[in-house]
């Protein structure tokens, strides 16, 4: 679980406002962030970036703000984000700090903080960091002005620890991989992790440079992949995100499998029929079809509001391991602290090895329900919440579906849209309820 603040065309959006993209905010923020950490009289942070151009300005200009405050920086370079979360745990830092707009194209940029244990920042020190960036900036005296340096064999630390999260007699040899690395940062990552394990790798998505990444590859874009997947007769496909923390899976027939599909295998084969008091965390958009395979092995499932915060909240609140979104982006908490697309995929392959079974068949145990979703812009979402019009028709709609189904308005965090999503077992009768709905908000919207 992170704390996000996405760059974009317009300024970075955080809890107090939109903050114009500039060097010298970026210089602002780690000067603020580095005057509340060496208040407490810590100071190692460490930094890493994805693939992006940005990444280059921003990395600087957070350096010079930190080490102006006091506080000594350990340069990373590309690294997924998850590799982040867990070396600032390995070097004993006291936070994180990775420049990346994960699955986003190249225009935008972002920031994503790590406390010391490689999970989300507590509220109180996230506070006064937006209380610092309101204050005159200054820099502590020459004598104390902090050092940077960057840690070389990075890299390889994290290779190893992914390595270690699988069991030890664990062999791929003989297994045919493709890897889309989507041009981000787990470009020279993931295909050692992989060939390492035995496995014979096939890669795409490797050459990032500055400008390309998720641009028509990775787990945004994974028909690049499916083609490779069939072309090559691989086993199996693995795309990940911009930043690493997502995952997406094609098997050897070239179908996808998704997060939701992912986390139905990583379930059976982590808690199977011994799950004790764990259960397994998803999402209002996770398919219904996770819930009734889920229920069918007697695993509780809870859904959470979207996004990684509430699903690890979920997690922590409960004490399970185990949660995801069906974008891809899944939290093993046995193995990690935060979400991991190699380390997921590391755990579905391991279920393919002990349960002797394809990706094909694994995923088969699950049917997924037919989901439709149509966006619709809108300006003010207490009108939509407010209206009897929209509400009429997703009772109606609630109603033709029965128990076989269910509706779901979303107002979008990051876009002036809602959501329109309608699940069921019949394709055309989702389809076009979804429409109606759809329809129904446009009009009451536009009204």
């Known amino acids: 679980m992170v704390s996000k603040k996405y760059f974009g065309t317009d300024g970075i959006r955080g809890e107090v406002g939109i903050y114009p993209i500039t060097p010298d905010f970026m210089l602002k923020l780690g000067w603020a962030t580095g005057k509340v950490f060496a208040n407490k009289g810590i100071g190692k942070i460490l ?26 920086v350990n340069l990373l370079g590309p690294m997924p984000t998850p590799a982040v979360a867990y070396l600032t745990r390995t070097f004993q830092a006291q936070a994180g700090i990775v420049i990346s707009a994960s699955h986003n194209s190249y225009q935008d940029n972002g920031i994503k903080f790590f406390s010391g244990d490689g999970t989300k920042l507590a509220d109180e020190i996230e506070n006064a960091i937006e209380e610092a960036m309101q204050g005159e900036l200054t820099t502590v005296d020459s004598s104390a002005i902090g050092k940077a340096s960057r840690i070389v064999d990075a890299s390889g630390r994290y290779i190893e620890f992914c390595k270690s999260t699988v069991p030890g007699n664990l062999s791929l040899k003989g297994l045919s991989i493709v890897l889309d690395c ?55 496909g693995i795309a990940f995100d911009g930043d690493g923390d997502r995952v997406i899976m094609a098997d050897h027939t070239g179908e996808l499998v998704d997060g939701d599909e992912l986390l139905y295998i990583i379930a059976r084969y982590k808690l199977g029929k011994n799950h004790k008091d764990q259960g397994i965390v998803g999402t209002l958009m996770s398919n219904l079809g ?11 499932f809870r859904r959470t509001k979207v996004g990684d915060r509430y699903v690890m909240s979920e997690l922590l609140t409960r004490q399970w391991l185990f949660g995801g979104e069906s974008s891809g982006h899944i939290i093993c908490l046995d193995s990690t602290s935060t979400g991991d697309g190699i380390i997921s995929a590391l755990q579905v392959i391991s279920a393919m090895q002990v349960l002797g079974k394809s990706l094909n068949e694994l995923k088969s145990g699950m049917t997924k329900f037919p989901q439709t979703m149509i966006n619709v812009r809108i300006k003010d979402r207490q009108a939509l919440e407010d209206n009897k019009a929209i509400k009429a028709s997703v009772s109606k709609a ?34 076009k309820l979804a429409q109606d709905i759809a329809a129904v908000v446009t009009a009451e919207m536009k009204a």
Do not use: W
């Open 47 to 72: 930094i890493g970036k994805d693939t992006r151009i940005s990444g280059y300005m921003f990395e600087s200009s957070l350096e010079a703000g930190l080490t102006s405050a006091g506080v000594d």
């Open 290 to 300: 996770l819930e009734i395979a889920l229920n069918e092995m007697d695993i509780p």
């Open 182 to 236: 989507a041009n981000g940062a787990t470009y020279h990552i993931a295909p050692n992790v992989f060939r390492e394990l035995g496995a014979t790798v096939t890669t795409i998505g490797t050459d990032p440079d500055g400008l390309n990444i998720n641009r028509e590859c990775g787990s945004t874009h994974p028909e690049k992949l499916v083609a490779k997947v069939l072309e090559e007769k691989a086993d199996l």
């Open 398 to 431: 609630e109603a033709e579906l029965g128990k076989t189904g269910r509706v779901l308005l979303r107002p979008s965090g990051t876009e002036p849209v809602v959501r329109v999503m309608v699940e069921g077992e019949d394709e055309d009768q989702v389809s």
